[in-house]
């Protein structure tokens, strides 16, 4: 029997509905909220940014930080749940207005590893290993703007100042081409793993792909988790669905395109993901005409569509499919395929 898989969301995946164009819609909701809303929707994993973790953390000192950490740990035990990952916010904040490790401003560049190397204490002491490095800011709006290889050079700097925090801990990168940028460094899992091996210790470096994220660099994003599982890379995943090439959707698992959905799972599925003993989380985001009592369904929804997609992989009938890829008859493979999907 393969192993259960685990579900995880971040505390931004329930949230009061502003977008770029207009305020929040519902009130906002509270983190031990989240964390019943985790536990009531069959989540065992919270993925936490730094602030989210500790949200003055800029303000207190690294002991200080350390002890509200161990302390949201003891809140998080009490709801059976653990922490995913720990991501170090740095799009927020006025120093990160141009990037942190590419920033053109020297300060900036040392507050934001300063400020990785504090996520990296937060991770620890929440009990988690694993840092994910989303590169938001770290890219140009112009491209003259910054200098390509200077960037490659600083994400590898600020990697090995957090492998040197701790011997144990790991960074996942969750790479994107554009968004909030016009183009990003480290836009692709490849991109992603190359940088990873160029680091101090390539072992601790994987990365966590985001469905989203592939699509909008044009890729598939089950070749892009099979491009990582066959390197024992991929130790993360924000499953979800975009609708072509526009800004950063966060659709519910399948909603854009159920048999690259499936594509997925399957993927997945043939590595043994479960086993290997990643989380399966969903960076999925509630739509803003939904009333505040049913601003988790986007969250039920990923994780039904992902089951009854594991259920649909496990019936896929191989033996007939292998059988047309002996004939070379990709048509019968094909028609096998949308027929199973239909299949009630
Ligand atoms: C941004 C994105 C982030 C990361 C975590 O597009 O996906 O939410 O997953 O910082
Ligand atoms: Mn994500």
């Not at 990643?278 to 960076?283: A, E, L, P, T």
């Not at 994780?303 to 033996?319: D, G, H, N, T």
């Amino acid at each position: 029997m393969p192993a259960d898989y685990r579900f995880s969301l971040g505390p931004w995946n329930i949230h009061p509905g502003a977008d770029p164009f207009g305020p929040p819609v519902r009130p906002p909701v509270s983190f031990d909220d989240v964390l019943t809303a985790a536990v009531d929707l069959g989540f065992s994993g919270i993925q936490l940014h730094d602030d989210d973790a500790v949200p003055n953390l800029e303000n207190l000192p690294p002991a200080a930080v350390v002890r509200e950490a161990a302390e949201l740990r003891k809140r998080l035990d009490d709801h059976g749940l653990v922490a995913e990952f720990v991501a170090p916010r740095l799009w927020e904040h006025a120093h990160g207005i141009d990037g942190g490790y590419t920033s053109n401003c020297p300060k900036a560049r040392t507050w934001a590893i300063e400020r990785s190397k504090r996520a990296v204490d937060v991770a620890l002491a929440v009990g988690c290993d694993l840092i994910v490095m989303w590169p938001a800011r770290e890219g140009t709006a112009v491209r003259e703007s910054k200098n390509p290889i200077e960037a490659a050079r600083q994400m590898l700097e600020a990697i090995d100042a957090m492998l040197a925090v701790a011997p144990n801990v790991r960074i996942a990168i969750e790479p994107k081409p554009n968004e909030p940028v016009d183009h990003a460094f480290v836009p692709t899992i490849g991109h992603a793993l190359a940088l990873g091996a160029r680091s101090s210790d390539p072992a601790r470096v994987g990365v966590l792909i985001e469905s989203a994220h592939a699509i909008l660099a044009g890729l598939d994003p089950s070749d892009e988790m099979g491009f990582a599982l066959a390197a024992g890379k991929l130790w993360s995943v924000h499953l979800n669905d975009q609708n072509g090439l526009k800004f950063d959707q966060d659709k519910v698992f399948g909603a854009a395109n159920l048999r690259g959905a499936f594509d997925q799972v399957r993927v997945l599925e043939a590595a043994g993901y479960a086993d290997l003993g990643g989380f399966v989380g969903f960076d999925v985001k509630a739509q803003r005409t939904q009333r505040a009592g049913a601003a988790t369904a986007h969250l039920a929804t990923s994780k039904r569509i992902f089951q009854m997609l594991v259920a649909k992989v496990r019936s896929f009938p191989e033996r007939t499919a292998n059988e047309c890829i002996a004939n070379r008859d990709y048509e019968a493979l094909e028609r096998l395929v949308l027929e199973h999907l239909l299949a009630g």
